[in-house]
């Protein structure tokens, strides 16, 4: 069976279907791609686990004023 698309479109393909940025065109010629391919449809497989991974996730950042004290008492500590 020919691979309508390489595996270099296929990743493309499949980082835009993360994203919801791919048209069903695109989608269907991964799938198919996937089909032949099996490193691709394992990328795919652990890229939907990583993205999903990552928006449930409850990350949440150091506000601006802590960050300031940490480099302060950071460069107080190595002028000393």
Same mark, same amino acid.
Do not use: F
């Given at each position: $069976?020919?691979? /309508?698309?390489?595996?270099? &479109?296929a990743?493309?393909v499949?980082?835009?279907? &993360?994203?919801k940025?791919?048209? +069903?065109?695109q !989608?269907? +010629?991964?799938k $198919? @791609? @996937? ?5 691709c449809?394992? @990328?795919?497989?652990?890229?939907? !686990? +990583? %993205? !999903?991974?990552? @928006? %449930?996730a409850?990350?949440? %950042?150091? /506000? !601006? ?8 008492r +950071?460069?107080?500590? $190595?002028n000393t």
């Open positions: $069976m020919k691979v /309508p698309i390489s595996c270099e &479109q990743a493309e499949c980082d835009k279907a &993360q994203y940025e791919a048209s +069903l065109w !989608k269907v +010629l991964m $198919m @791609h @996937h089909i032949v391919c099996r490193i449809r394992i @990328h795919s497989e652990r890229n939907g !686990k +990583l %993205t !999903k991974s990552i @928006h %449930t409850n990350l949440q %950042t150091i /506000p !601006k004023e802590q960050k300031e004290k940490i480099k302060a +950071l460069r107080e500590e $190595m």
